[in-house]
């Protein structure tokens, strides 16, 4: 069959910044940078903050990471034609965020989704999508961020993880504090405690 | 019928996660199978743009960062479709881009080579397909630079690439690289590409057709994303 090919993924390099979110990098020349509001003012459900690291194998915080978030909305619709049960009117589902270059801290603010559907009539718990790039990432990753809070038993993703110490690398920490309902959520590419990555 | 779910992905046509003459990857590449997963909406849907997101002249890096004046450089045009497996435009996504001006400098914070920044370039673009798949951008020739893998290792000029595509599951960055540059052959990142089919996707053709005489010069560079099956999933498991 004549299929064209899939053009092949570069990394997106140490200065990904300049083109992703130029005021990162340190000027400033769209009106406006997209990906920093991924939820609206308007949206329904719980206001939480996200936050982490991301550690490289050596376990050091990778400073120049860009991490892109895709979410459903509080009843776990998603924002885009093909879901087609709609989200209230400026929840877009989408964020993109960068780490601290000095510390390699990220964070974004966001509410917490709800359960979505899964093949074959199954149910999916609540979690957000996210894709990692940095230097000497050759092609982004993909993997999933679920609540401790949650019932995550019958989730068919995490279900599918043989090894099930494994799971636990894919689910959040929820603590209440000042800064309201935030979960910690660490990312390590390498090691022992590698974060389960998705072949999508 | 509504479109579906992707084609999975050929890994081998892309670089693999640890590439040992790319020195940064050797630590930033997970050593653990990646778990496959049959696609979900959570995978077949993604962020979706629309006009009111940029500005008409945000494709215009001759213009969107002047202070004044011109960028330095080769003036260029770079224009293409992006297009998914099955050779069907992908309309109205986003396409970004970044890149170093003429003399092989970042407007970046973290960059340091002895290059000038150049005050009239901001070196980064953004715009969307039309319905056909098209865009475009007018920009200056990026210069090569030296960067710290080997010693003496340049990176070959090089725009970089983000597209979207309709669902999360396409999501893609490259790099858009000049038809006839010795240093292609010569650079670890592109050698992380497994085959010379692969790498030559990577190469922008020369494209007199395309240039703007006694103004620019175009080259051409199509982008393929994922294809699709033509089916729901739900109504029909089996696919095709």
Same mark, same amino acid.
């Given at each position: 069959?004549d299929?064209l090919?899939?053009?092949?993924?570069q990394?997106?390099?140490p200065y990904?910044?300049?083109?992703l979110? @130029?005021?990162?990098a340190?000027?400033?020349?769209?009106k406006?940078?997209?990906g920093?509001?991924?939820?609206? @003012?308007?949206a329904k459900?719980e206001?939480i903050?996200?936050e982490?690291?991301?550690?490289?194998?050596?376990?050091?915080?990778?400073k120049d990471v860009?991490i892109?978030?895709? &979410?459903a909305n509080?009843?776990?619709h998603?924002a885009?034609?093909?879901?087609?049960?709609?989200?209230?009117?400026g929840?877009?589902?989408?964020?993109?965020?960068?780490?601290d270059?000095?510390?390699?801290f990220?964070?974004?603010?966001?509410i917490?989704?709800?359960?979505?559907?899964?093949?074959?009539?199954?149910?999916?718990?609540?979690?957000?999508n996210?894709?990692?790039v940095?230097?000497?990432i050759?092609l982004?990753?993909?993997?999933?961020?679920?609540?401790?809070d949650?019932?995550?038993?019958?989730?068919?993703?995490?279900?599918?993880i043989?090894q099930?110490?494994?799971? &636990?690398?894919?689910i959040?920490?929820r603590?209440?504090?000042?800064?309201g309902v935030t979960y910690?959520f660490?990312?390590?590419?390498?090691?022992?405690?590698?974060?389960?990555?998705?072949d999508? | *019928?509504?479109?579906?779910?992707? /084609? *999975?992905?050929d890994?081998?046509?892309?670089?693999?996660?640890?590439?040992?003459?790319?020195k940064?990857?050797?630590?930033?590449?997970p050593?653990y199978?990646?778990?496959s997963?049959?696609?979900?909406?959570?995978?077949?849907?993604?962020?979706?743009?629309?006009?009111?997101?940029?500005?008409?002249?945000?494709?215009d890096?001759?213009?969107?960062?002047?202070?004044?004046?011109?960028?330095?450089?080769?003036?260029?045009i770079v224009?293409?479709?992006?297009?998914?497996?099955?050779?069907?435009?992908?309309?109205?996504t986003?396409?970004?881009?970044?890149?170093?001006?003429? $003399?092989?400098? /970042?407007?970046?914070?973290?960059?340091?080579?002895?290059?000038?920044?150049?005050?009239?370039?901001? $070196?980064c673009?953004?715009?969307?397909?039309?319905?056909?798949?098209?865009? /475009? !951008?007018?920009?200056?020739?990026? $210069? #090569?630079?030296?960067?710290?893998?080997w010693?003496?290792?340049?990176?070959?000029?090089?725009?970089?690439f983000s597209? !979207?595509?309709a669902?999360?599951a396409?999501r893609?960055?490259?790099q858009?690289y000049?038809?006839?540059?010795?240093l292609?052959a010569?650079?670890?990142?592109m050698?992380?590409v497994p085959?010379?089919?692969?790498?030559?996707?990577?190469v922008?053709?020369?494209? *007199?057709? #395309?240039s703007?005489?006694?103004?620019?010069?175009?080259?051409?560079?199509?982008?393929?994303?994922?294809g699709?099956?033509?089916?729901? !999933?739900?109504n029909?498991?089996e696919?095709?």
């Open positions: 069959m299929y090919k899939e053009t092949p993924s990394t997106a390099g990904v910044h300049i083109g979110a @130029p005021r990162a340190g000027f400033d020349i769209f406006q940078e997209l920093w509001d991924i939820a609206g @003012p308007n459900g206001r903050r996200v982490g690291c991301v550690y490289d194998g050596t376990g050091a915080p990778i860009l892109e978030a895709w &979410q509080a009843d776990g998603y885009h034609p093909e879901d087609g049960r709609g989200v209230e009117a929840f877009r589902g989408w964020g993109r965020v960068i780490t270059f000095d510390t390699g990220w964070g974004f603010d966001t917490k989704p709800g359960a979505t559907p899964g093949r074959n009539g199954t149910t999916q718990a609540p979690h957000i996210l894709w990692i940095a230097r000497g050759n982004g990753l993909n993997t999933r961020m679920y609540f401790d949650c019932d995550n038993s019958t989730d068919p993703v995490l279900n599918l043989e099930t110490h494994r799971r &636990q690398t894919l959040a920490t603590s209440e504090g000042d800064k910690r660490d990312i390590r590419i390498q090691g022992p405690d590698e974060t389960v990555f998705l999508i | *019928m509504k479109p579906a779910e992707y /084609y *999975m992905r890994r081998l046509h892309h670089p693999p996660a640890k590439s040992e003459n790319y940064t990857s050797i630590t930033r590449s050593q199978a990646l778990l997963l049959e696609q979900s909406l959570s995978e077949i849907t993604g962020p979706v743009f629309s006009h009111n997101d940029i500005d008409p002249l945000d494709n890096l001759l213009k969107n960062y002047g202070h004044g004046g011109d960028p330095v450089g080769e003036r260029i224009h293409g479709r992006v297009l998914d497996e099955n050779d069907r435009p992908v309309p109205n986003l396409v970004e881009i970044w890149q170093a001006n003429a $003399g092989g400098r /970042y407007r970046h914070k973290k960059d340091t080579y002895l290059a000038p920044i150049d005050p009239n370039f901001g $070196g673009g953004r715009t969307m397909t039309d319905a056909d798949g098209y865009y /475009y !951008f007018r920009t200056v020739k990026p $210069g #090569a630079y030296p960067w710290r893998n010693v003496n290792n340049w990176r070959p000029a090089h725009i970089h597209i !979207f595509g669902g999360f396409q893609l960055i490259t858009l000049f038809e006839g540059d010795p292609i010569e650079c670890p990142i050698q992380t085959d010379a089919e692969a790498i030559e996707q990577l922008a053709k020369l494209d *007199m057709n #395309a703007v005489p006694l103004d620019s010069i175009a080259y051409r560079f199509d982008i393929v994303l994922r699709r099956r033509s089916t729901l !999933f739900e029909r498991l696919g095709n």
